[in-house]
């Protein structure tokens, strides 16, 4: 299984951004991202299942929304209102739950900076 995200970059405090991640394979379970800042460790940003269950860390408070295409095999993380502090590498991630097996993508900068 390979993802490859896009859709970072640098942007203005209270811009937005949309990160996409496309998925090698078909209907993977989980579907999330995680960021991790200079000297911190990853965390959850967001996940949603196939079921359509979502799950967004605390910091979130309502800014970001994560949605999938399955038919695209796609995840997208919307991000608005950022903060200085929302800067980090944002990675893509795949849980497949029949081989108990996870899955990264290399990661995209986003930096929210005036």
């Known amino acids: 299984v390979q993802l490859a995200e896009s859709g970072g970059g640098r942007v203005q405090p209270g811009g937005s951004l949309r990160l996409s991640c496309v998925v090698s394979?078909?209907?993977?379970?989980?579907l999330g991202w995680y960021r991790q800042a200079p000297g911190k460790q990853r965390e959850l940003v967001a996940d949603?299942?196939?079921?359509?269950?979502?799950n967004y860390g605390d910091f979130v408070q309502g800014r970001f929304t994560i949605s999938r295409d399955d038919a695209e095999n796609t995840v997208y993380l919307q991000m608005n209102s950022l903060k200085p502090e929302d800067t980090a590498v944002y990675y893509c991630?795949?849980?497949?739950?029949?081989?108990?097996?996870?899955?990264w993508g290399q990661g995209t900068q986003v930096t929210v900076s005036s």
């Open positions: 394979q078909r209907t993977v379970d989980i």
């Open positions: 949603t299942t196939l079921g359509g269950r979502t």
């Open positions: 991630r795949a849980d497949d739950l029949l081989t108990d097996s996870i899955y």
